[in-house]
């Protein structure tokens, strides 16, 4: 059974940094990419960073490039953002997703979903 279980969400000021992980297992994920996905309330669910697992390969939304980073440490089967500089429009419920497909951003290529964790910046 696949889990992923997201932590490290909380409140933080704004232009403060905060790093949320993501512990995945019940499955192999080195051909796969994981994503980082957001949603705020009333919003669409959107794409926020993407890393593949073998190569480390990442892509970014335009409006967290410079402020965020996507990593992953094999070894602990986990994957981190790391978040700085964060903005009160950086507010939303952040998700975990895999993907068995290469280098996707489309939430609806995503295969497995993580419960999320909540991010709320203060101004």
């Known amino acids: 059974q696949v889990q992923l279980v997201e932590s490290g969400g909380g409140l933080v000021q704004a232009g403060g940094s905060l790093r949320l992980s993501c512990a995945a297992s019940g499955r192999t994920f080195s051909s796969y990419t994981m994503g980082w996905f957001r949603q705020a309330p009333g919003k669409e669910r959107e794409f926020v960073a993407a890393i593949t697992w073998s190569a480390g390969r990442t892509w970014y939304s335009d409006s967290v490039k410079g402020r965020f980073t996507i990593s992953r440490v094999s070894a602990k089967n986990t994957v981190y953002l790391q978040m700085s500089s964060l903005k009160p429009e950086d507010t939303a419920v952040y998700y975990c997703?895999?993907?068995?497909?290469?280098?996707?951003?489309?939430?609806?290529?995503?295969?497995?979903w993580g419960q999320g964790t909540q991010v709320t910046v203060s101004s």
């Open positions: 997703a895999a993907s068995s497909k290469y280098g996707v951003t489309g939430s609806r290529q995503y295969d497995y």
